[in-house]
């Protein structure tokens, strides 16, 4: 682990994992389609969505997934355990004023 790094506690890598799930759900999409529009490994998706990894600040990894599924990285990955509850439809409103 990088100096300085922390692991995120684990009720936040999984509720941002059902947030992602969820999203890319509604987007239509599979995980290696999220991958391919994203540029990341359907295993790291995987892994996120499980809550088994963090998605990454340094390697671009939440900005990517999230502009690859039209949403602002914030409303996607909050650190606001209580942001979870923000309605998927949303979400993706605020994704859809954004563009």
Excluded: C
């Amino acid at each position: 682990m990088p100096r300085g790094a922390y692991p995120l506690p684990l009720e936040h890598r999984e509720a941002w994992g059902r947030r992602l799930r969820a999203v890319r759900a509604v987007r239509g999409l599979s995980q290696g389609q999220l991958a391919g529009l994203s540029g990341r490994s359907q295993q790291l998706i995987s892994h996120i969505e499980a809550g088994d990894r963090d998605a990454g600040v340094a390697d671009g990894t939440k900005i990517v997934l999230a502009e690859a599924l039209g949403v602002r990285p914030n409303d996607l990955f909050s650190l606001d355990p209580s942001d979870e509850w923000i309605s998927i439809e949303e979400l993706l409103a605020n994704g859809r004023r954004r563009r």
